[in-house]
Structures are given as C-alpha cells and as structure tokens.
C-alpha cells in the first residue's frame, strides 16, 4: 500500500472556479511535504512545501494546507485558470529514513475547461 | 526555470538496442536521481547518486546502469532495451533545502526521456 494516497484521481472543473486536492499519508516520522506541478509531457515543478509546524501556506492562487496530526494535507486553487491543468503530486519526506526516502502520491490530473 | 537538461526527450528503438539517456545539470547539486514514471502511477526511484563517483540503485528493480564521474553528468544505460522498458524517465536533482531542516530540499526536474522499445 502506497504511503501516499492522493484525491481525487482526476478533476475537472470550469475556468474561474475553485478546487481542493487532497493528500492523506502514513509516511512517519513525518518530516515535510512538498506538492509539485507537473504538466503534460514535462518534469515536476514545486510550488510550495510544508514542514511539520506549519499549517498554512499560500503561493499566489495556491494555498497549502496540513494538519499532522491527522496526517492530511490539501492544495486549494483558487480562481482557476486553463494553464493549471496539470498533474498536482504530493511528495512526503520521511526523516526517518537512512538515506533521505521520499514517497509520491499518484497524483490528481486537474483538467480546466474554459 | 530549473538548469537541469535531458536528452534525448523521445525515443523509440528496437528490442536489444544499447541506450544511454542523458542527464546534467549547472546547479552545482550533490545529489541526483533517476525516477521511472508510468501514467497514473507514482514515481519510481531506480537510481541515485550523493556525489562524485556514488551510485546506489533505488527501490524499483532495473536493468539500468548509471555513472557519476563529474558533479554535473548523470546518465543512465540500457545495456539490452526490452519492451518493458518502455516508460518516462525523469532526472532530477536535489537543492541543499531550508539550514537546520533535514529533507527540505526541492526536487528540480529535467523535462524527461520518453523511451518506446518496439
């Protein structure tokens, strides 16, 4: 079972309209998260990451959010535009590990209509 | 955008063909890795490297080979390309992260070696 479950698979939503995705994780001892952007046919690109004591933080229309306790993070988008259609991954840090182990979500391709 | 390079992007070669996919980067960074990617499927780490001449394989099994003999350079080898191999391979190198928090580093990618073995 991956250690990192993403929601929903996939989105689609109309241009201007806002989204929340989803990232639930097991990975512990949990050190930081990092959700990345990756379009069609090119590498992951980060947009923002979370460490432990943080709960909230905001990249223009993207805002991060993370409740450790429950181990849950989510990406809200806001005002939607067609150029975030994308693939939204998170990436887990787990601290715990020998070597620096990073576990990927599968991810949740957003599609925005116009 | 991120100085991290891959060639070739798209590739389509015979069964028993010899590849080497090829990854450098200019920002100095210790650490690089090689991830397999399928659609819809997470990444898959297949190699990495903590620096100069330090190669480790990763979690996924691979037929793959690789070399770290400058800092910037960090290519992969198919000796023997099967149609299994077919997938994305994604390079990428890691930035030294926030001072005194372990793990912050950010993944800088390379824009992907598609490959198709017929």
């Given at each position: 079972?991956?250690q990192?479950?993403?929601?929903?698979?996939?989105?689609?939503?109309l241009?201007?309209?806002?989204?929340?995705?989803?990232?639930n994780?097991?990975?512990?001892?949990?050190?930081n998260?990092?959700?990345?952007?990756q379009?069609?046919?090119?590498?992951?690109v980060?947009?923002?990451?979370?460490?432990?004591?943080?709960?909230?933080?905001?990249?223009?229309?993207?805002?991060?959010?993370l409740?450790?306790?429950?181990?849950?993070?989510?990406?809200?988008?806001?005002?939607?535009?067609?150029?975030?259609?994308?693939?939204?991954?998170?990436?887990?840090?787990?601290?715990?590990?020998?070597?620096?182990?990073?576990?990927?979500g599968?991810?949740?391709?957003?599609?925005?209509?116009? | 955008?991120?100085?991290?390079?891959?060639?070739?992007?798209?590739?389509?070669?015979?069964?028993?063909?010899?590849?080497?996919?090829?990854?450098?980067?200019?920002?100095?960074h210790?650490k690089?890795?090689w991830?397999?990617?399928?659609?819809?499927?997470?990444?898959?780490?297949?190699?990495?490297?903590?620096?100069?001449?330090?190669?480790?394989?990763?979690?996924?099994?691979?037929?793959s080979?690789?070399?770290?003999?400058?800092?910037?350079?960090?290519?992969?080898?198919?000796?023997?390309?099967?149609?299994s191999?077919?997938?994305?391979?994604?390079?990428a190198?890691?930035?030294?992260?926030l001072?005194?928090?372990?793990?912050?580093?950010?993944l800088?990618?390379?824009?992907?070696?598609?490959l198709?073995?017929?």
């Amino acid at each position: 079972k991956n250690q990192v479950e993403q929601s929903p698979q996939s989105l689609i939503i109309l241009e201007g309209k806002n989204c929340t995705l989803q990232c639930n994780y097991t990975v512990s001892p949990f050190s930081n998260l990092r959700w990345y952007k990756q379009d069609t046919g090119r590498g992951p690109v980060s947009l923002t990451i979370m460490t432990f004591s943080e709960n909230t933080k905001s990249n223009g229309r993207y805002t991060a959010t993370l409740d450790a306790d429950t181990k849950q993070s989510s990406l809200h988008i806001t005002a939607s535009q067609l150029s975030d259609s994308a693939s939204y991954i998170c990436v887990v840090y787990d601290r715990g590990s020998t070597l620096g182990r990073l576990y990927f979500g599968r991810g949740t391709q957003l599609t925005v209509w116009p | 955008e991120a100085d991290i390079y891959q060639t070739p992007r798209y590739l389509v070669i015979g069964t028993g063909k010899k590849i080497t996919l090829e990854c450098s980067q200019t920002m100095g960074h210790d650490k690089m890795y090689w991830y397999q990617q399928d659609p819809g499927m997470e990444l898959h780490l297949i190699h990495y490297s903590y620096g100069v001449n330090s190669t480790e394989k990763g979690d996924l099994s691979s037929e793959s080979t690789v070399s770290r003999i400058r800092t910037e350079h960090f290519p992969l080898t198919l000796e023997s390309a099967r149609p299994s191999h077919t997938s994305q391979y994604l390079c990428a190198s890691v930035s030294p992260g926030l001072a005194g928090e372990e793990g912050t580093g950010e993944l800088f990618f390379g824009e992907g070696s598609r490959l198709t073995v017929l």
